[in-house]
């Protein structure tokens, strides 16, 4: 068995928000020489044309991403009605225009209600998702034809901003709080779907991932300035979960991978940390027993 890997940052999660004409990746790669380590990752991918809130983890800090960022998403974007793309973006080619200019406010501001709460979304064909070990926006982007299943997504806001008209279309400025998997792109294309005039996203930034916000977010680190604000792990646990801290016995269990029983009041996610106030574990009550979502050694 090899040497254990010496972690050269600290533990925690910074909050970037990631300017337009960027990957996810790129900022990745930023931040590892910000930070001097190559242990770090995103949650909740942005397209490049996408700013806003983008969190990463730093070291063991990644273990958690997953958990963080997996409920509700805010976005304030603008949808471009009477034009459809191949990407339904604006990075996208044009693939139909259709005269706009006839819709009223309030059609649109029906339509957008209609999309209000559980509903069955295709992804975009352009999105991350893989499709027989390939992610779809290659295939796409190849000129390969072929459709994404439907999914489950929740919208719990679609509201009309303001509506610009510019001739034959109009600019519908939008804000949305959905859960996390739902593409923003398809919204905007299936917005202009049920308005007969097709429709393409030509803004987006998210503003919220969980309970990361826009006040949270610091600009990309420069090269060779000086390392980003980090929230460190215990804090970043204090903060989204309800904490329990163990007995010295209880901790070395847990990070052995141990069972150990938990009081049945626990409800929910739960960070465990020692006496020292280290984190031990990311865990939720099963049946009286705590089952470890990820667990950090001493």
């Not at 940052?9 to 004409?21: E, F, L, M, R």
């Not at 980003?228 to 646990?237: A, E, G, H, N, T």
């Amino acid at each position: 068995m090899g040497k254990p890997r010496v972690r050269t940052a600290p533990d925690g999660i910074v909050v970037i928000d990631k300017p337009a004409g960027m990957t996810s990746h790129d900022v990745v790669a930023r931040l590892r020489r910000a930070c001097g380590t190559r242990a770090v990752g995103h949650a909740g991918t942005l397209d490049p044309m996408a700013t806003g809130v983008l969190v990463l983890g730093v070291e063991r800090a990644t273990k958690l991403l997953g958990h963080l960022t997996a409920s509700t998403k805010r976005y304030e974007a603008t949808i471009r009605l009477g034009i459809a793309t191949n990407t339904e973006d604006a990075e996208g080619e044009i693939t139909g225009i259709t005269p706009a200019g006839h819709i009223p406010d309030q059609a649109i501001r029906e339509a957008a209600q209609g999309f209000l709460g559980d509903i069955m979304q295709v992804p975009s064909s352009v999105s991350a998702i893989k499709v027989y070990g390939v992610r779809s926006y290659t295939r796409a982007r190849a000129g390969e034809q072929f459709e994404l299943p439907a999914r489950p997504v929740t919208i719990r806001d679609f509201t009309i901003i303001e509506l610009q008209r510019h001739d034959d279309v109009i600019d519908v400025a939008v804000s949305v709080t959905c859960s996390a998997g739902t593409y923003i792109r398809a919204l905007a294309r299936d917005l202009g779907a049920a308005l007969g005039v097709g429709a393409h996203l030509i803004a987006l930034r998210r503003t919220a991932a969980g309970r990361f916000t826009l006040a949270d977010a610091q600009l990309l680190p420069v090269p060779d300035a000086d390392a980003p604000v980090m929230i460190p792990l215990r804090d970043v646990l204090a903060r989204e979960y309800s904490v329990v801290q163990l007995d010295a016995e209880e901790a070395a269990l847990v990070r052995h991978g141990m069972r150990i029983r938990c009081d049945h009041s626990a409800v929910g996610l739960t960070g465990l940390l020692d006496l020292d106030g280290s984190v031990v574990a990311l865990a939720e009550a099963v049946h009286g027993h705590w089952h470890y979502l990820a667990v950090f050694s001493s």
